[in-house]
């Protein structure tokens, strides 16, 4: 991404008085943006970390990720669960009558979806597509709460295809030997993968893909697994959250 894309996204943190950034539940630590965190840090303001989508993951893994990080919150965009702890949490941190509130994050941990959740309408343009964000927006979510939403920021020395692609800021179609992406992913959660398509765990990643794309049907001419598509649909059905770690 362009330098244009860092200089928004300094110039909500220069403008927030408080700092959200979205995370996804299931890959907290992968999902956290070091560069972005480390400018906060210098400018001295607040940070909460929103660990969105909590609804696909143990509670008890909230809670010890918790333990690490303060200022942290539960959201569930869906239902708009944790939101008025979220909002609480904005307020007692910014300690102003109007309150300006930069979200940031990697692509396609719900900014938008989280923005919506707090404002109470679809005020904020949503799409399951990397990259759809494309400049600064701002919504009022309350009389005091405005928020500023940003464009998914990716740090320049992050070039791991896998790492992107299990983030979802990479489309799934678009992943070069998605095969070894999702042989990382389901190496990282052992059993995880297959039982979200009605397998037992397997002995090792690849044999575990292999058996999804058999129960895929995946196949391509002399009836030979087509392990790349297979595993686009892996990514996409991990990017679109529909696999919990429960």
């Not at 992968?30 to 970390?49: A, C, F, H």
């Not at 998605?178 to 959660?189: H, R, T």
């Amino acid at each position: 991404m362009g330098r244009n894309y860092w200089d928004i996204v300094y110039e909500v943190i220069t403008k927030a008085d408080v700092i959200l950034e979205v995370l996804d539940s299931r890959i907290i630590d992968e999902s956290r943006n070091r560069i972005i965190e480390q400018r906060i840090e210098k400018m001295n303001k607040p940070i909460i970390y929103v660990f969105n989508k909590c609804d696909l993951v143990k509670r008890e893994m909230l809670d010890q990720k918790k333990k690490e990080l303060e200022n942290a919150v539960y959201v569930n965009c869906k239902d708009r669960a944790g939101t008025t702890i979220l909002k609480n949490k904005i307020l007692s941190l910014g300690k102003k009558d109007k309150i300006f509130v930069g979200v940031v994050g990697y692509p396609n941990t719900g900014k938008s979806s989280l923005i919506n959740a707090l404002a109470g309408a679809s005020k904020a343009s949503t799409s399951p597509q990397a990259g759809h964000t494309k400049g600064i927006q701002w919504i009022r979510a309350n009389s005091r709460i405005h928020l500023l939403d940003t464009p998914g920021v990716i740090p320049y020395d992050e070039h791991d295809p896998a790492q992107l692609s299990i983030l979802g800021s990479k489309n799934p179609q678009t992943v070069k030997d998605a095969d070894l992406v999702v042989m990382k992913l389901i190496e990282k959660f052992p059993g995880v993968i297959e039982a979200f398509y009605g397998l037992e765990k397997q002995k090792d990643a690849e044999l575990a893909l292999e058996k999804v794309a058999e129960k895929m049907n995946k196949r391509l001419k002399g009836n030979v697994l087509d392990v790349q598509s297979a595993s686009k649909q892996i990514l996409y059905d991990w990017q679109h959250g529909k696999i919990a770690l429960l």
